[in-house]
């Protein structure tokens, strides 16, 4: 089993920033991909963020695309979302998700959470 652990949710006004981390329990597995969903209120699905792989390889959503950085310390087994120039419409709460291998099984996990709130 996985733990994550999220922090640095808040709220801000627009075209401020925050800064996202997620750590992963430390354990017997390999770390394939790190990446960032959010769900915004009133709409069920979670939408991709940013995803970042074990090699460095980044997908951003085009809607964050010059806005947001991903990073990940694999020595540390942590994954960083810096969110600069933020809009109202980048209010969700924020999802962490790891996609992990261990025994040669590949495995998802998610974070709790973390509320992102932007003003007007």
């Known amino acids: 089993q996985v733990q994550l652990v999220e922090s640095g949710g808040g709220l801000v006004q627009a075209g401020g920033s925050l800064r996202l981390s997620c750590a992963a329990s430390r354990g017997i597995f390999s770390i394939n991909v790190m990446g960032w969903y959010r769900q915004a209120p009133g709409i069920q699905q979670r939408e991709l963020v940013a995803t970042i792989t074990a090699s460095g390889s980044i997908n951003y959503a085009n809607s964050v695309k010059g806005r947001f950085t991903i990073s990940r310390d694999n020595a540390k087994n942590t994954v960083y979302l810096q969110m600069n120039s933020l809009k109202p419409e980048d209010t969700a709460v924020y999802y962490c998700?790891?996609?992990?291998?261990?025994?040669?099984?590949?495995?998802?996990?998610w974070g709790q959470g973390t509320q992102v709130t932007v003003s007007s």
């Open positions: 998700n790891v996609d992990v291998t261990q025994w040669g099984i590949r495995s998802q996990y």
